[in-house]
Nanobody, 123 residues
Framework: QVQLMESGGGLVQPGGSLRLSCAAS????????IGWFRQAPGKEREGVSC????????NYADSVKGRFTISRDNAKNTVYLQMNSLKPEDTANYYC????????????????WGQGTQVTVSS
């Protein structure tokens, strides 16, 4: 069974850091792109970052460039999102998702999703 499981969310003060993990199972990570998306109350789901083995591409939303870093550990079948210099506007539920081939900003292209992990930046 294809499974994606996010972890690492929590409450952090502005300027702080968190590292999110997306543990994948049931498929070979090498052949798929893994994207990070987030959704805050009243806002549309937006792409945050994506990493692809097939095309070797890495994408970031403009709002997180220079602050977030995506990486993967193929041996652990896990994708990470290191989030630094966090801002209140980063508060959202963060999801990882899987699609064949290269990266896409469109959440509609992704086939499987994790359950999400909450990131709250306040105080």
């Amino acid at each position: 069974q294809v499974q994606l499981m996010e972890s690492g969310g929590g409450l952090v003060q502005p300027g702080g850091s968190l590292r999110l993990s997306c543990a994948a199972s049931g498929f070979t990570l090498d052949y798929y792109a893994i994207g990070w998306f987030r959704q805050a109350p009243g806002k549309e789901r937006e792409g945050v970052s994506c990493i692809s083995s097939g095309e070797g591409s890495i994408n970031y939303a403009d709002s997180v460039k220079g602050r977030f870093t995506i990486s993967r550990d193929n041996a652990k079948n896990t994708v990470y999102l290191q989030m630094n210099s966090l801002k209140p506007e980063d508060t959202a539920n963060y999801y990882c998702a899987q699609k064949p081939g290269g990266c896409s900003d469109s959440f509609r292209r992704y086939e499987y999703w994790g359950q999400g992990t909450q990131v709250t930046v306040s105080s």
